[in-house]
């Protein structure tokens, strides 16, 4: 994965929230739903750059004490005292990104895995999921008679094999999966299979439950165990009418009517299968608005796009106190109750529950206790290098931690980053992950995406440190290419200081937003302003061109020079 890395912010590292709507500056932080970004050697294909070449510039502050070699074709030789220079306890998404580049940069690594590798988002959330995604995309389009009907198109009684869009879902995920082991070995990380636990700083013990551990040294360790989905207290979960996203990216059968509990990214796009596929959906929030992580302006057109048109309803402000599976030709049983007063509001039955609550860290037999580590709602403490933090306060040389275990963003391409960050670090390069520089996306249909501060936080701080907050917006009714689609429905908005240029945020809900915000996403990362970004020139006609529009309609005071901007600092 080409990661954004760098830029050194205001804003110290913000620690995870839970699920909650951004009122306030401490919610700059992460939303908790796992999403994909896999590097060209994790699809089979050759590096782009070349060998020794660096995706990270050094600060020229900072001076590499300690002396590598970059070697792309093999694994490394570790120093004699360590049986490896560095290992990775988990082989998701994170920790492949760490492995790879500590081969490039020549460090005899090696990566244990207890399950397989490619982790949750490979094998039971970004990649399944996108997979049932692309199958609800086009079962929209052939059933959308008035959209087909305007290309001047016919399709008549669309159907679909439920057990053919499970098959493609699982293909998917095992042929990623088979990629990711392939590129490790062809790079020489020794693949340990077992249960990975800390003995010491710098020792670690491995192996399978009924088998002797296997004990080996590394001179530097990540952690990279990942997350788990988060079932809250009272519900059952039988994995058949009640389950997790786990057990509903294997489609086992399609409810006619399905409660999602938990309208964020997870239960969003869960809802545009489902819905999509022929069930009704209800879903349970236990906030007062729908989708409370968005900017409030993307959500309320969120909700007028993907909920008010389809199949679904929804409580707000109620909590599933109960939850009881189907069982003895009785239906799944929902016990709602107020959320502020804890007085009992409604019983819903439905024909399945689907729990979207968001995922927890999964830190529990790493042997922190060993290390004088005490997790914090199961996240292990780091600071702003992914050094883990002991009980004291203190930071344990040569360990580290990334991804959902340390619970900073909780997103399989930011897991990424924090590793190759992390290698960095282990070579002797300053480096500090900008997090407010890394995008999201939800995949329904239409997409939203997102990077940096919503209005409410920005306009918090801004209040806090003394600027103002200008907002530009822009239409997908306006772009040539969205029309041409007959796509048309859309907005992207932009968060920003008029004073000095500065990018705080962008928000697009439209045709391939997921693939529009990394424009705004690099800017944010290096650090480029409004006044410069503006005279990008795009092709036409192109989607792209909606992010042109946003950027030439933002008005940035007159006199607003280079030098009057503090440049960003490259590490």
Known sequence: MQASLS?????????????????????????????????????????????????????PARTSSRKTVAAVSGNGSPSKAFDYDLVIIGAGVGGHGAALHAVEKGLKTAIIEGDIVGGTCVNRGCVPSKALLAVSGRMRELQNEHHLKALGLQVSSPGYDRQGVADHANNLASKIRNNLTNSLKALGVDILTGVGTLVGTQKVKYGKVGFPDTEITARDIIIATGSVPFVPNGIEVDGKTVFTS??????????????????????????????????????????????????????KLAQRVLINPRKIDHHTGVFAKKITPAKDGKPVSIELIDAKTKEPKDTLEVDAALIATGRAPFTKGLGLENINVVTQRGFVPVDEHMQVIDASGNLIPHLYCIGDANGKMMLAHAASAQGISVVEQICGKDNVLNHLSIPAACFTHPEISMVGMTEPQAREKAQQEGFEVSVAKTSFKANTKALAENEGEGLAKLIYRPDTGEILGVHILGLHAADLIHEASNAIALGTRVQDIKFAVHAHPTLSEVLDELFKSAKVNTGVSPSSVNEPVTV
């Open 246 to 299: 786990d057990h509903a990216l294997k489609l086992e059968w399609v409810p006619d009517w399905i409660a999602i509990v938990g309208s964020g990214y997870i239960g969003l796009e869960f809802s545009d299968v489902y819905t999509a596929l022929g069930s009704e959906v209800t879903f349970v929030e236990a906030l007062d608005q729908l989708m409370p992580g968005f900017d409030p302006e993307i959500g």
């Open 7 to 59: 830029i050194s912010l205001s804003l110290p590292p913000a620690p995870r929230s839970d699920p909650a709507p951004a009122a306030s500056l401490a919610a700059l932080r992460p939303f908790a739903l796992r999403f994909c970004g896999l590097r060209r050697e994790a699809l089979g294909l050759r590096p782009l750059r070349p060998a020794g070449s660096t995706r990270i510039f050094p600060s």
